[in-house]
């Protein structure tokens, strides 16, 4: 079984700047992706970045590349989302993701969220 566990978010001002960490741990396979979603009030999930473990290739969503940066830490099983000129429209619960299969979700691991508002 693979847990992720997420930390980082927080209140940060409009141009701020944050970093979430997700961990993995447990069993893990040797090919799989990991990457970031979030959900907005009123709003459906959205994909955000999400990063190849054999390679490191990233993939970002439209919105945010060019700002936010997925990285990788081989040796503590993490994963990092730098966040840099934060919008209010970044506002969110943010998750992790973890998957065999990506970007097939149906049986990925998910973290619990954690939520980083941008205060204008």
């Known amino acids: 079984q693979v847990q992720l566990v997420e930390s980082g978010g927080g209140l940060v001002q409009a141009g701020g700047s944050l970093r979430l960490s997700c961990a993995a741990s447990?069993?893990?396979?040797?090919?799989?992706?990991m990457g970031w979603f979030r959900q907005a009030p009123g709003k459906e999930r959205e994909f955000v970045a999400s990063?190849?473990?054999?390679?490191?290739?990233?993939f970002y969503s439209d919105s945010v590349k060019g700002r936010f940066t997925i990285s990788r830490d081989n040796a503590k099983n993490t994963v990092y989302l730098q966040m840099n000129s934060l919008k209010p429209e970044d506002t969110a619960l943010y998750y992790c993701?973890?998957?065999?299969?990506?970007?097939?979700?149906?049986?990925?691991?998910w973290g619990q969220g954690t939520q980083v508002t941008v205060s204008s």
């Open positions: 447990g069993r893990t396979f040797s090919s799989y992706a």
């Open positions: 990063i190849i473990w054999s390679g490191g290739s990233t």
């Open positions: 993701a973890a998957s065999s299969s990506w970007p097939n979700l149906k049986d990925a691991y």
